[in-house]
Each structure stands twice: as structure tokens, then as C-alpha cells.
């Protein structure tokens, strides 16, 4: 199996990798496919494939913030048991980053992640595949050291327009032993990472002063 970045949208590993996120996820939660040129090109977005005997059969896609120490898994996707393909991917993401805070002269905090609220996304099929239950999912990030950041959590929806997801919780895997974050420095990090967005539900926009005004968000078990 290969590790192997997607830095543009004419690579052909591309239009798999984007088939397969129509395929496993809501079409709230993909970005169209021509709007992914720039993401790709960015240097701070990792797109990365797991490629065996020439087909794409997982991808993680990730991104590291040298200015708040922090990281972000926007998703992994599984598309088949019995590879080792979510091993395969955490271990190369992990190096990756460390390689990445190595160049930059810094240590991580931590990673967040979105995690899919399994009771919240029920009647989500996933592609039918099994691997990607979100029930298997969140024990899977659980067993990785992955906690709920504790408070109501919204996103805006990846096709901008102004609705508000809400089947997700927003997680934290700490690389240190802490029991919270500050609330404005999770604030900070949402609106550097949803800019992207023009289109902000307001309960979104209401979340974010929420988290301003609040002093520090526990850590709880998934």
C-alpha cells in the first residue's frame, strides 16, 4: 500500500478520492469538485491517499497550525476491512505531522476532529459500508485518545448555504494530560478553519460568542 499526497485536481487519484467522499458521505459534508483546486494547492492542506494495486482504498486529509500548535483531521475515509487501511493512515499522518511541527521548530497541543454523533446521524448509510459506522467510528477515535470538547456544536454546512450541521461533535485528541481548552481559543480556531465559508449560520455565529464568553471547555470521554 502507498501513502501518496493529491496536490491538484487533474490527478486521477483525485476524481477516485472524490467519487468515494460522494459515496460515504452526506452531500452536505463534500465540497464540489472543482472548488477543491485551491484547498489542494494549499501547502497546509494534506491530502493524502491510500492507493493499493492502483485504486484509492482510504484517505485522510488533514492540516497542521503552526501558529496555534495545534492540528485538525478533517476526515478519514475506510473503504474496505482486512487492509489495515485506518492503521495504515494514522500511522503516516502522525509522522507526517511530526515532520511537519519538526520543520516549524514547534510541539502539537493536540488534534481536533469533527466525530460523527452516531445517535444524531443514524439514518446515515455511509455508502453502505460498514467499516465507516459512525457507532464504529467514535469507538475507533475513543480507543485513539480522541475526547468531546463539552458544548453544543454546530458547523456550516461544506456547500455554503447557511445551514447548520449539527450530527457532529467537535473532539480533541490532547498530546499532553489536560482536561479542557479555552473557549476563545476554540472560537479562534473555527473561524480561521471555517473562512473559507461565506455563508455562517447563526447558530453558528451564536456558538462563537458563546465560546468567547466562556472561560474553558472540559475535555469529556466519547
Not at 39 to 68: C, W
Not at 173 to 197: D, H, S, T
Amino acid at each position: 500500500m502507498e501513502y501518496v499526497q493529491i496536490n491538484n485536481i487533474q490527478n486521477p487519484l483525485f476524481r477516485q478520492l472524490h467519487n468515494l467522499m460522494k459515496e460515504i458521505f452526506p452531500a452536505e459534508e463534500v465540497l464540489a469538485f472543482e472548488l477543491w483546486k485551491e484547498p489542494l494547492e494549499d501547502p497546509s492542506i494534506r491530502v493524502f491517499v491510500a492507493v493499493h494495486k492502483e485504486e484509492v482504498v482510504g484517505a485522510t486529509e488533514y492540516r497542521y497550525y503552526p501558529n496555534m500548535n495545534v492540528a485538525m483531521t478533517d476526515f478519514t475515509i475506510i473503504k474496505r476491512e482486512g487492509l489495515g487501511i485506518g492503521r495504515f493512515l494514522a500511522a503516516n499522518r502522525e509522522a507526517d505531522l511530526k515532520q511537519l511541527a519538526d520543520q516549524s521548530g514547534t510541539q502539537i497541543l493536540g488534534m481536533f476532529a469533527e466525530i460523527y454523533d452516531p445517535y444524531r446521524a443514524k439514518d446515515y448509510s455511509f455508502g453502505g459500508n460498514k467499516v465507516m459506522d459512525p457507532f464504529v467510528r467514535r469507538e475507533v477515535l475513543s480507543h485513539l485518545g480522541y475526547r468531546r470538547l463539552n458544548f453544543p456544536y454546530v458547523h456550516p454546512s461544506w456547500e455554503n448555504n447557511g445551514e447548520a450541521v449539527q450530527q457532529l461533535d467537535l473532539c480533541f485528541l490532547p498530546y499532553k494530560e489536560i482536561n479542557g481548552l479555552e473557549g476563545k481559543f476554540i472560537a479562534q480556531f473555527l473561524q480561521i478553519y471555517y473562512q473559507v465559508l461565506s455563508n455562517k449560520p447563526e447558530k453558528w455565529l451564536q456558538m462563537i460568542k458563546q465560546l468567547n464568553e466562556t472561560a474553558e471547555i472540559s475535555l469529556v470521554e466519547l
